[in-house]
């Protein structure tokens, strides 16, 4: 079973601008979890999708925000880039059957100049 | 007051040895599960172990086993024979029931195994 995948890997922007980042599941998986990776906050949780839905929020501001579609497939947008958006951004998806342990994707590391 | 703490930054051992990351937590959540993950430098972070809160028995796979302390809220990782690619960034969690699927992590410990 492929594991999943994000897109881009790597991503450069510049201040003001707005990224999206996509994130595929494992095959069944329908719960999807977005989380930011930065040397000074560590990891921590942004958001999680099930079913289309937003079913939890991490703390971080409007300017983050994500979706998911039909086949469970999900990004995640940021509007209006600020330099501490740079970080590796990590997508984990779950289910059910996988006892709701998260298995993560290879990130999509952005650099905000 | 942190959730998870990880208290050793950065480690060395020595190839085909043993070697324990501490891990402690805190909540008030009767229902709630630890994982253990590990980050190549690649950046993908891999599962590598689960305990449930309920569980009787510590958690093992492999090389890894999970010694598990409830009263103490201790969840050590402790990784048997290392192997040179065993060096790498590895994080404990932990998914409270009350807070759905978010993982909440620690500082990390960085663990380098020495030929």
């Known amino acids: 079973k492929a594991g999943v995948t994000q897109t881009p890997r790597y991503l450069i922007k510049t201040r003001g601008q707005q990224v999206t980042l996509s994130c595929s599941p494992i095959?069944?998986?329908?719960?999807v979890s977005w989380y930011q990776q930065t040397p000074g906050q560590g990891l921590q949780f942004l958001f999680e999708?099930?079913?289309?839905?937003?079913?939890n929020k991490g703390n971080f501001p409007g300017r983050f925000s994500g979706r998911q579609f039909s086949n469970s497939r999900s990004e995640m947008n940021v509007s209006t880039l600020e330099l501490g958006d740079s970080a590796l951004y990590l997508c984990?998806?779950?289910?059910?059957?996988?006892?709701?342990?998260?298995?993560f994707g290879p990130g999509t590391r952005l650099l905000v100049l | 007051a942190q959730k998870i703490t990880q208290t050793q930054p950065g480690m060395f051992v020595q190839e085909k040895e043993a070697v324990t990351l501490d891990c402690t937590y805190d909540?008030?959540?009767?229902?709630?599960?630890l994982f253990w993950y590990k980050q190549p430098s690649s950046g993908e972070m891999i599962f590598l172990i689960y305990?449930?809160?309920?569980?009787?028995q510590n958690a093992t796979e492999g090389r890894y086993s999970l010694n598990f302390q409830k009263a103490r809220k201790s969840a050590n990782l402790v990784i048997s024979a290392s192997q040179l690619g065993d060096s790498a960034m590895y994080f404990c969690?932990?998914?409270?029931?009350?807070?759905?699927?978010?993982?909440?992590f620690g500082g990390g410990t960085r663990l380098m195994v020495k030929p």
């Open positions: 095959s069944g998986h329908r719960s």
């Open positions: 909540t008030s959540d009767p229902s709630y599960g």
């Open positions: 305990q449930g809160s309920y569980d009787q």
């Open positions: 999708y099930f079913s289309e839905t937003q079913r």
């Open positions: 984990a998806s779950s289910s059910r059957t996988s006892g709701e342990t998260q298995y």
């Open positions: 969690a932990m998914r409270e029931i009350g807070a759905g699927n978010m993982l909440t």
